[in-house]
């Protein structure tokens, strides 16, 4: 009975991690359907017979993005829209532009781990740890370094150099998501109560208030 509870167990432990990326696909590709009206987790098929060497390939990734906003970056996605062939692979790409001082902001992908890689400029990296340690763990990159941020945890960006800065980051879903913090939680809609922003950051609701107001 025990040796049974205990298979029983690492069945369950395996078929967790199995679960905790994209499915494999079950055929060569399934390049997305983009006008398709079924709704599935991923996205319909297009017809195999009808792909091209455009259902795999974008342009334009070299273009500097414009990172004249409040936080001084611009993120350009290469996901299912640019590139539909990668419906299913589980992989996407984005290009990060940093102007002098400029953050890409706390933020969390809920379904990919992302590796990053500097191509122009030094950047601080960092993370936090799950609760209860909260643990910050940071770095400064330069041009060819690399740092990965695992799945789900809170990690940001910000350049530290004197002139721009850009990065390239490979995450492991072909729809990683993205939640960014002060967005999600002073910027939602409906609004959360000040009251409870105001105890859970041991602010005044005036505080929270003013900075809603911003969002």
């Known amino acids: 009975m025990v040796k049974f509870i205990v298979l029983v167990g690492l069945l369950a432990l395996s078929f967790c991690f199995a679960m905790a990326a994209d499915h494999s696909p079950l055929q060569d590709f399934c390049v997305a359907q983009s006008n398709s009206q079924v709704l599935i987790n991923g996205l319909a098929c ?103 941020f695992p799945i789900g945890l809170i990690h940001y960006q910000k350049n530290v150099g004197k002139g721009n800065a850009m990065a390239i980051a490979g995450l492991s879903s072909q729809n990683p998501g993205v939640i960014t913090i002060a967005n999600a939680v002073f910027g939602s809609k409906l609004a959360i109560s000040s009251d409870i922003l105001g105890k859970a950051f041991q602010v005044g609701k005036n505080v929270v208030s003013s900075i809603q107001s911003e969002f």
């Open 46 to 148: 297009k017809n195999p017979s009808m792909v091209q060497a455009s259902d795999f390939s974008f342009s334009g990734l070299h273009i500097s993005g414009n990172t004249s906003n409040a936080v001084g970056s611009r993120v350009t996605p290469v996901a299912t829209t640019q590139i539909p062939g990668l419906n299913t692979l589980g992989i996407s790409l984005v290009r990060i532009d940093y102007a002098p001082g400029g953050i890409n902001p706390p933020h969390t992908h809920p379904r990919a781990t992302e590796i990053l890689t500097v191509i122009k400029g030094s950047l601080e990296v960092g993370f936090v740890t799950s609760n209860p340690d909260n643990r910050l763990i940071s770095k400064i990159l330069h041009k060819g370094d690399m740092f990965v």
